[in-house]
């Protein structure tokens, strides 16, 4: 089976604007985490889904919203962009509730 | 407030000495415990789970070990190799609905 895919690899935006990262599951995997990760803080939990229901979200800002999609694809948007966000944002998948994650490898965001 | 702590940032050690890495949680009741790895630019990667009533679970040259009085989870890996530096962090889940939350991680350097 392909692995976990999240697209693009980097980005550079700039303070101000928004962003959108996506995450493509393992097939057969509902769930799906976000996390980010800063070298400061370590890996932070965003949001996870289940079924295109948010299952739990993380403590941050509303900047930060996603969404999953019938197909169990998910996406993650962050608007108005801020230097603190420049991170890499992690996405993983599970195959059910209690089972290991399979992370992608990424979107490392820059923000200038 | 809760926390999870992996007390060592960095652990240099020779190749083919054991590598003993510690997570310390506060305020969690885990149903189990996971380990991962991450190299540079990647996403961490599954390595084991074990639950709250195991005391130790081994997989070829890993040994983890659980204690629940303790609050303490140690991640063994034995005769190790320049291959097995990374970092290694633990994560944990309490019961019910709640998210997967990770330590800092350990970066282990083995010196050949």
């Known amino acids: 089976k392909a692995g976990v895919t999240q697209t693009p690899r980097y980005l550079i935006k700039t303070r101000g604007q928004q962003v959108t990262l996506s995450c493509s599951p393992i097939?057969?995997?509902?769930?799906v985490s976000w996390y980010q990760q800063t070298p400061g803080q370590g890996l932070q939990f965003l949001f996870e889904?289940?079924?295109?229901?948010?299952?739990n979200k993380g403590n941050f800002p509303g900047r930060f919203s996603g969404r999953q999609f019938s197909n169990s694809r998910s996406e993650m948007n962050v608007s108005t962009l801020e230097l603190g966000d420049s991170a890499l944002y992690l996405c993983?998948?599970?195959?059910?509730?209690?089972?290991?994650?399979?992370f992608g490898n990424g979107t490392r965001l820059t923000v200038t | 407030s809760q926390k999870i702590e992996q007390n060592s940032e960095a652990l240099n050690i020779q190749e083919g000495k054991t590598a003993t890495l510690t997570c310390n949680y506060t305020n969690y009741s885990p149903a189990y415990l996971q380990w991962y790895r991450q190299d540079p630019g990647r996403g961490p990667v599954f390595l084991l789970l074990i639950r709250e009533n195991e005391k130790e679970k081994r997989k070829e040259r890993l040994k983890v070990t659980f204690d629940t009085t303790l609050k303490q989870s140690l991640f063994h890996i034995t005769a190790s190799q320049p291959a097995d530096s990374a970092t290694y962090l633990c994560a944990l889940r309490n019961s019910g609905n709640t998210p997967l939350v990770f330590g800092k991680g350990t970066r282990l350097s083995v010196i050949a």
């Open positions: 889904y289940f079924s295109e229901t948010q299952r």
């Open positions: 097939s057969g995997h509902r769930s």
């Open positions: 993983a998948s599970q195959e059910t509730y209690n089972s290991p994650l399979h």
